[in-house]
């Protein structure tokens, strides 16, 4: 199924994010980085698509509309998980993943959601915290979980806020894989906000880059990235180099202080 997203706007009374944000049909398979400042609007976006923000517009996946429909009444097709962490309860994790697998697909039976289960601690690697109470975990850990918890209905559409901002370097590296192989191999979608500029040109099909001011730019990472757009979305002077692996990476080297960057204020 492919993702469309034509003409979204939206405010927060008076002031104005987003306006009339239209994209090419995203295509299933794709994994976009969704990437911008501070306070630009990429949160917001992610809310909007998944239907827990107001907005004007278009956000359909397939023939379903999204923006308006709440993701518990998206019969499990679309997935978000928030920039905030998931709460520090007392369920262990492998219940907090059950229920999640029940809510999402009550139409399995139990063997059928403790496969799921199972099959994505495996995945992610993380069958060393099923047993743990979720209060006992730590930042980074609770991270892995909230992603799994997204995960295991096995959504056609992710929507993930900054899934990698607690965690360490290998982390980073698992989910972000695990991620690519689900859009690749079940040709879903994923739009994933992210400060990590080089983990974004690594993974991504396609970059989303907001700047301030409503400004933005979507295609194949190395075209969305330059000096200019740096600049121009995070106020930097950067330059785009290449690894010996022939890698895109991008160098931030100083920030432009002349004015503040409007998006700050
Ligand atoms: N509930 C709200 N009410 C009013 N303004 C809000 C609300 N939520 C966000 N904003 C404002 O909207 C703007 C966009 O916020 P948003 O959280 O979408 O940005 P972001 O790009 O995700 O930022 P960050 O990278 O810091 O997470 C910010 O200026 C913020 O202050």
């Known amino acids: ?12 009374g008076a002031r104005s994010i987003l306006q009339d944000l239209t994209l090419p049909v ?11 400042p501070n306070g630009v609007g990429k949160s917001s976006l992610l809310r909007a698509i998944a239907g ?15 923006s308006g429909v709440p993701p518990w009444r998206q019969q ?3 997935a978000y998980l928030p920039q905030q962490l998931p709460q520090a309860v007392s369920l262990l994790a492998y ?28 995945r992610l690697g993380i069958e060393h915290l099923a047993l743990l109470r979720m209060d006992r975990l730590s930042g980074g850990q609770r991270q892995l979980l ?5 995960l295991v209905g096995e959504p056609q559409l992710l929507l993930l806020d900054e899934p990698t901002s607690a965690l360490d370097l290998h982390w980073q590296l698992r989910v972000l894989d695990c991620v690519a192989e689900r859009c690749r ?15 974004a040109l690594r993974f991504c099909t396609h970059l989303l880059l907001l700047a301030p001011g ?30 010996s692996l022939g890698q895109p990476l991008v160098l931030a080297d100083s920030p432009l202080l002349k004015e503040a960057p409007p998006h700050a204020q």
């Open 76 to 78: 499990a097709q679309v």
């Open 214 to 243: 409503g400004a933005y730019r979507f295609g194949a990472p190395a075209e969305v990235l330059d000096a200019a757009w740096l600049r121009r979305a995070y106020a930097i002077e950067a330059r785009i180099e290449h690894c």
């Open 52 to 66: 827990l923000q107001a907005c004007r517009g278009v956000a359909q996946l397939g023939p379903s509309t999204l």
């Open 95 to 122: 219940e907090s993943l059950l229920a999640a697998a029940r809510a999402r697909c009550p139409q399995l039976a139990s063997h059928e959601l403790t496969a799921r289960v199972e099959a994505i601690l495996q």
């Open 185 to 199: 191999n079940e040709q879903a979608i994923a739009l994933v906000a992210c400060h990590d500029l080089n983990l």
């Open 26 to 36: 995203v295509e299933a398979g794709s994994l976009v980085g969704l990437l911008g």
């Open 1 to 12: 199924m492919s993702l469309l997203i034509e003409g979204l706007g939206l405010s927060y």
């Open 146 to 150: 909230g992603l799994a918890q997204a």
